[in-house]
């Protein structure tokens, strides 16, 4: 119920309960109900005058056809299914455990109630504020590595956001997407092995984040509206973004990593600077620290410690720009 009141409530225009009762045949309590609810998710709700409820602002709701219209025909065929959800716990378990979609599929929604980040972190995203898109591919032989599909769906990323306007997003090892230090996008990629090999890819993007429910935000972060100075069409961006990843899904099984090491390299923040590795090992953490000199064609970390190059497949990268 909730989710047809935000439907009239996205225009951004004054709407009296009266209005929205009728329209909808709710009665008060049932109203109040769907309103508190929306708060509850993030949704900034002002009233000008008494029993009358109006956003803050117009929302774009995620919308299938319209993100259909837009991909390009080949893009199109290539993908089986395409969800768009109010609310989930979170899109890559949701797309990890249906077994009813075909593959390759793409899942977004509007709000996750326990989205996840790497490293088992949370991933913050108010209603609507954000995109959060998982994507899943079954390969039934893989034979390069996942890390290296990791990288090359972070470059993807990068490319489409540079695209949009966001001219200097750079990359962190091994998918964190970043704008003069601070969090635009995050990655997560999840694999679960069977007959043969099912990876998902999750990817949260902050389009436009209000000013509050965000001091639960542990690192420095910014969103597009910020950087870009005015509002993208979020579906817009669903859109790029599927497009890039499903040709990356595709194109990696065939030629692997080398396609997208150039633009790794134009994207990758760390080359040459110093950098602090954090590992996880036999349960303990591990830290070193050394100059970063990109990465080689598997999409292992190289860092130069003391007069040795050595190669790491997985952490986590602090920056000392």
């Excluded at 996750?112 to 591919?137: E, I, N």
Aim: with cysteine; hydrophobic share 40%.
């Amino acid at each position: 119920m909730y989710y047809r009141v935000l439907q009239i409530l996205a225009d951004g225009q004054a709407h009296t309960a009266e209005q929205l009762n009728q329209h909808l045949s709710l009665g008060p309590r049932e109203l109040e109900q769907a309103l508190n609810t929306l708060i509850s998710y993030g949704i900034r709700l002002h009233s000008k005058a008494a029993n009358t409820y109006q956003l803050t602002e117009p929302l774009e709701l995620l919308d299938r056809s319209r993100i259909l219209a837009a991909l390009p025909k080949e893009t199109g065929q290539l993908m089986a299914d395409l969800e768009i959800h109010s609310v989930l716990d979170s899109t890559n378990r949701y797309i990890l455990t249906q077994q009813h979609l075909s593959m390759p599929c793409a899942c977004l929604a509007e709000y996750q109630t326990a989205g996840r980040g790497r490293q088992g972190r949370q991933w913050v995203s108010p209603y609507a504020s954000g995109l959060c898109l998982s994507l899943k591919q079954r390969y039934v032989a893989l034979n390069e590595p996942l890390g290296g599909l990791s990288i090359a769906l972070a470059v993807s990323v990068a490319r489409a956001l540079h695209r949009f306007g966001a001219s200097e997003v750079g990359l962190k090892w091994p998918n964190d997407v970043l704008w003069r230090g601070r969090k635009l996008a995050g990655m997560l990629l999840e694999s679960r092995w069977r007959m043969d090999c099912e990876v998902v890819i999750g990817i949260g993007i902050n389009v436009k984040m209000p000013p509050v429910e965000t001091q639960n935000i542990a690192q420095p972060w910014v969103d597009l509206y910020t950087i870009l100075g005015h509002s993208i069409s979020r579906n817009a961006l669903a859109a790029m973004l599927i497009e890039q990843c499903l040709q990356t899904l595709k194109t990696y099984s065939q030629v692997g990593l080398a396609a997208f090491l150039p633009d790794w390299h134009d994207f990758d923040l760390s080359y040459k600077h110093t950098v602090t590795l954090s590992y996880e090992e036999r349960e303990k953490w591990v830290t070193v620290t050394g100059t970063a000199l990109g990465i080689d064609e598997q999409g292992a970390l190289l860092l130069q410690v003391g007069k040795t190059i050595q190669r790491y497949i997985y952490g986590e990268v602090s920056l000392r720009l």
